[in-house]
């Protein structure tokens, strides 16, 4: 079983609507990190969880808010979906702060804003 | 913030050798990771340095130097299976990584 599960994994939804991105882990990381990936702009941060009282705005905030809702769930939602959120979007977990600590990424989630 | 390049694309051969560049200009260094993603799936961790010289792990190496802010990963012997977009990431103070926009490199038979 794959240890950082997105869900849904490709979604089509209509601008202004409401919807929720939702991501689980089995790898028991107390962080946790959405990005989303546009062709040639790479991964970008939008909010990062160092645990589940602990919710930080990354670089492209605007527009996204989370949900942490224990250890191993983490929620994005787009409250009022536009086209410009249209992208992959990835889920990421990491367990401290180890040297060599690395991060471990969901399958990602497609989202078309229509 | 930090400020990453990369070269959008590079081909090689079968066998050949490739060195993917990357510079960064950063406001904190903690360490440069290396991902590489096939198309449509998630990023997967191949290499990390927080020291300079070089790390090798098989057929991949990476290396870095820190006070030019410069880093390389080289891939051997490469394989049709090497063809992927490779990322280079850096570390900051806070534990949060930046992303260069990723070298897709294609191997040719």
């Known amino acids: 079983d794959a240890d950082v599960t997105q869900t849904p994994r490709n979604r089509i939804t209509k601008t202004g609507k409401r919807i929720m991105l939702e991501c689980s882990q089995t790898k028991g990381h107390d962080r946790m990190y959405w990005y989303r990936q546009d062709p040639g702009l790479g991964l970008r941060l939008i909010y990062y969880s160092f645990d589940v009282k602990d919710i930080n705005k990354g670089e492209i905030s605007d527009g996204y808010s989370v949900s942490r809702q224990a250890q191993a769930k983490f929620s994005l939602s787009l409250e009022s979906a536009i086209p410009n959120q249209t992208a992959l979007y990835f889920c990421a977990t990491s367990p401290g702060t180890g040297d060599q600590e690395t991060q471990y990424f969901g399958p990602g989630t497609r989202l078309l804003v229509l | 913030g930090q400020n990453i390049d990369q070269p959008t694309e590079m081909t090689a051969t079968e066998g050949a050798i490739v060195q993917i560049n990357c510079t960064y200009q950063t406001s904190g260094f903690n360490g440069l990771f290396w991902y590489q993603q096939h198309a449509g799936e998630a990023p997967t961790f191949l290499s990390y340095?927080?020291?300079?010289g070089l790390e090798e792990k098989g057929r991949f190496s990476s290396f870095l130097s820190r006070s030019k802010g410069y880093s390389y990963l080289l891939l051997k012997e490469l394989q049709m299976k090497d063809s992927a977009s490779y990322l280079c990431?850096?570390?900051?103070?806070?534990?949060?990584?930046?992303f260069g926009a990723g070298t897709t490199v294609t191997v040719r038979a």
């Open positions: 990431a850096v570390r900051d103070g806070d534990y949060k990584l930046s």
């Open positions: 340095n927080v020291l300079d």
